[in-house]
Nanobody, 116 residues
Framework: QVQFVESGGGLVQPGGSLRLSCAASGRSFSRWVLGWYRQAPGKERELVGTITNGITTNYSDSVKGRFTISTDNAKSTGYLQMNSLKPEDTAVYYC??????????WGQGTQVTVSS
């Protein structure tokens, strides 16, 4: 059974950077689509970006050029490098399947707060 555990969030000033990690038990990323999601207060969860087979990435327009997704397949760990953070990036960030999320596998997420 797949389970995801996100970490690395925190409080950062606008323009700052954070690197989030996604540890997956029971799932290899080498032949899979991993997605990073976020949910801001009062809003629905949205897909931030995906990485396919550890190689091909796609991003939402709101984060393109600022966020980078990568994976370490040997460690079954995914990463979300976030640069030039903005207050509107404030949200709880999650990882899961990038095509069809596994509903039973949602983790607790990690809180990212961008504020001065």
């Amino acid at each position: 059974q797949v389970q995801f555990v996100e970490s690395g969030g925190g409080l950062v000033q606008p323009g700052g950077s954070l690197r989030l990690s996604c540890a997956a038990s029971g799932r290899s990323f080498s032949r899979w689509v991993l997605g990073w999601y976020r949910q801001a207060p009062g809003k629905e969860r949205e897909l931030v970006g995906t990485i396919t087979n550890g190689i091909t990435t796609n991003y939402s327009d709101s984060v393109k050029g600022r966020f980078t997704i990568s994976t370490d397949n040997a460690k079954s760990t995914g990463y979300l490098q976030m640069n030039s953070l903005k207050p509107e990036d404030t949200a709880v960030y999650y990882c899961n399947g990038g095509v069809v999320p596994i509903q039973s596998a949602w983790g607790q997420g990690t809180q990212v707060t961008v504020s001065s």
